[in-house]
């Protein structure tokens, strides 16, 4: 994405940032509220159910969020007469006699530590890779899931604040980037700083989860990190390989390989559930309801039983669809920051909002923070600072050039 003329970069990154922030605590409301509170049945008095149809809340994400990419595009990119292919990002053809050529080799590094193309791969090696990300991203979040069957949601967290470190490998492992030195210190401080944060926070009650952490927990939760890894990392790939891709461009391809990962998700019949998702995910996806509220039916399929609580407890819709639009407005933020910043920096923003969320609420409503989350709060801060004083003096070295 082009960098907006009215404002200098560090103000674009804060706008971003708490785009990011506002957007996905009021997304999160949304998603502890559908995951947490019963509904009232709508013909069965004192009767409440819990909506537990996780994969048709990834399809109506997906949904909003290729809706809102395709709609932004138009109101900010679109020209009169500009193709549908030019406007979400896919090169031109080439020509049919034109033999393919390989990318040139890449000899220069941009901002974000991505080496920079000076060549224009087709449009299906770009939507092969977009298909790729929405696969791997799709693979990710069930590992995640699944690991809270054999480790506690403490353990979960402490994980995901380490999730800086496999994006930087996962950049160097397979696209052989190079970063400057303060970017490894950064990623150091700011994950020290978290780890320490969540490691040291006072536990007011019993843990969510198993008492103690099994190797195969640990085993799920790393695979869930290395995926994270990868789908960060070939982002990175793809926007220093096609230079002009901006944020929403990548939202909406994505967002539409998703819509169609889930869908096939939804409309696989339960008989052929497997059985190792069964324990998990055949309990939070199907509800049992009764049709026309006489006879007991078990659902087809995932689709159809969302669709069946949703018809017997209408206060569910509202939920659904601010939970939707709130995520898809973030997603906007996201891809603005991956592809102004790189991968980095937007992981930086993530895994340090619930951090900033927690301080918000020691200010606000005096809530005490223990001498190792203050330690913690100290390492990220310092990083923060230190990459800000960094960018000064780059900024200032090309002024004097």
Request: a positive charge.
């Amino acid at each position: 994405m082009a960098p907006l003329p009215k404002f200098p970069p560090v103000v674009q990154l804060l706008v971003c940032a708490g785009g990011i922030y506002v957007s996905f605590m009021v997304w999160a409301l949304c998603q502890e509220r559908l995951s947490t509170t019963p509904y009232e049945h709508r013909s069965i008095p004192g009767r409440s159910d819990k909506f537990r149809a996780v994969v048709f809340l990834n399809t109506v994400q997906s949904v909003f969020s290729t809706i809102s990419a395709l709609v932004f595009l138009y109101l900010t990119k679109y020209k009169a007469g500009q193709s549908f292919r030019s406007l979400v990002g896919l090169p031109p053809p080439r020509p049919k006699t034109a033999t393919a050529r390989l990318p040139q080799r890449r000899t220069s590094i941009d901002t974000r530590g991505a080496p920079i193309s000076t060549s224009s791969p087709p449009a299906s090696s770009l939507l092969k890779t977009y298909a790729f990300i929405s696969l791997v991203s799709s693979l990710a979040s069930p590992f995640g899931f699944l690991s809270l069957s054999h480790i506690s949601f403490p353990t979960l967290l402490l994980g995901k604040s380490c999730k800086l470190v496999p994006v930087m490998l996962m950049n160097i492992i397979l696209y052989r980037r190079k970063f400057p030195l303060h970017k490894y210190a950064l990623v150091g401080l700011v994950t020290a700083g978290i780890w320490a944060f969540m490691a040291f926070k006072p536990q007011s009650k019993p843990a969510k989860g198993p008492a103690t952490s099994s190797l195969l927990g640990m085993v799920l939760l790393g695979i869930n990190l290395v995926l994270d890894g990868v789908v960060n990392a070939t982002q990175d790939h793809v926007f220093a390989t096609y230079r002009p891709l901006d944020g929403p461009q990548m939202m909406f391809f994505m967002n539409l390989f998703s819509t169609a990962l889930t869908i096939v998700a939804l409309l696989f019949p339960t008989s052929l559930t497997p059985t190792l998702l069964a324990p998990s995910v055949a309990r939070h996806e199907f509800h049992v309801l009764p049709v026309d509220d006489l006879a007991p039916s078990v659902p087809f399929n995932a689709l159809s039983s969302a669709l069946n609580f949703i018809s017997t407890h209408p206060k569910a819709k509202f939920d659904i669809f601010l939970f939707g639009l709130t995520g898809a407005i973030g997603q906007l933020f996201i891809f603005a920051t991956l592809s102004l910043y790189g991968s980095l920096t937007l992981v930086t923003i993530t895994v340090t909002r619930k951090m900033a969320t927690m301080l918000l609420s020691v200010f606000v409503f005096n809530h005490q923070l223990t001498r190792g989350q203050w330690l913690g709060v100290m390492l990220v801060f310092g990083a923060v600072a230190m990459e800000a004083l960094v960018a000064m003096k780059e900024k200032k070295g090309k002024r004097k050039l």
